[in-house]
């Protein structure tokens, strides 16, 4: 099943009272993912016929073919809780076995299944990964377990970067065009880095002690940008100076802000999982203004985690109303 909005004055009409205004929508299609209430998260578009994801709730990993809009399904084991994946260029997909303390790798040609032990018992719970520029490494946060890691494809190599600040819940994670990873500590007011050589972290200290980072990204000239899932802020760091700056959402302090991405034109999408619908959210960091907003046609529920995919110019998500969404954004 298919769900299309795209047209200004239906999204209006669609409103609940109260919720957020309708700017310059983008149109966002979304299919009904047939595996019930199995929270469908975090896919990765390879290619225009070829979108894999995961079910949290439901052990699994999956494609959807948005053409024909079949589903493909692999079955993990019980409790497995994956959280997360990418694709590489080769095909292989890998993702986080959160509740199993393993990175899998997935070869889709033999369907055989890897796991990566963590080395260390307390990196219990491997979260968000993310591929370096030449995809020799992947990175990855361990949330409860407070660390960095890093995984080394060829032999599988992993080191474990700690976190100095207790709980201090890494979490989104992000390469900088330099090579330096920047990571969401979600737990705490802070961002991190981690060069890629030394593997030395560094923490940096937000202005508002009440600001709680989920996901970030970074633009091409390598600023940072941030949503503040607790007080409905979008923020801007800037590696080379310091200095912090912020922008309240549309939504206000009730937006919690959740997935976001980048598009190839350095604008900025996030999701307002706080509106109902949770409402879609177009950023342009060159005129410092909100240019878009759209509500999710399924109402969205709380979308966890964003891919942009640049040959089609098109935004992917999965919301905890069991779907898998695309927004078509240009850039």
């Known amino acids: 099943m298919r769900i299309l909005i795209a047209a200004a004055f239906c999204l209006a009409a669609c409103l609940p009272a109260g919720a957020a205004d309708t700017t310059n929508p983008v149109e966002i299609e979304e299919w009904a993912v047939p595996y019930q209430s199995s929270r469908p998260r975090d896919p990765d578009a390879v290619s225009d016929r070829e979108v894999w994801f995961v079910g949290q709730r439901d052990d699994y990993l999956a494609r959807l073919d948005p053409d024909s809009g079949e589903f493909f399904r692999r079955d993990l084991g019980r409790n497995t809780g994956p959280h997360n994946l990418i694709v590489g260029s080769d095909g292989i997909v890998w993702f986080a076995g959160n509740l199993q303390g ?60 700690a976190v100095p600040t207790r709980n201090a819940r890494p979490y989104g994670i992000v390469m900088a065009p330099d090579g330096t ?105 060159a005129t410092e203004e909100y240019f878009s907003i759209t509500p999710i046609p399924s109402g969205g529920g709380s979308v966890r ?17 069991n779907t898998i969404g695309r927004a078509r954004v240009g850039g």
């Open 181 to 285: 990873a920047w990571i969401a500590l979600f737990g705490t007011a802070k961002l991190a880095s981690v060069d890629p050589v030394s593997l030395a972290l560094t923490e940096h200290t937000l202005p508002a002690s009440g600001a709680r980072p989920r996901r970030l990204v970074v633009t091409g000239d390598g600023q940072v940008y941030y949503v503040d899932h607790a007080r409905g802020m979008l923020g801007h760091l800037d590696p080379a100076s310091g200095a912090v700056e912020e922008w309240s959402m549309p939504s206000g302090g009730r937006s919690r802000p959740y997935g976001m991405a980048i598009d190839g034109g350095d604008r900025i999408w996030f999701v307002e999982a706080g509106a109902s619908p949770n409402t879609f959210v177009g950023f342009d960091p």
């Open 102 to 161: 393993y990175v899998g790798r997935y070869d889709p040609s033999s369907d055989i299944i890897e796991e990566i032990i963590m080395p260390d018992d307390d990196a219990v719970d491997p979260h968000t990964l993310v591929f370096d520029a030449d995809q020799r490494h992947i990175w990855f946060t361990v949330q409860g377990g407070n660390f960095v890691g890093r995984l080394r494809v060829a032999d599988r190599t992993v080191d474990l970067i």
């Open 305 to 321: 985690h964003m891919d942009y995919h640049a040959e089609t110019e098109t935004v992917w998500f999965g919301t905890d109303r």
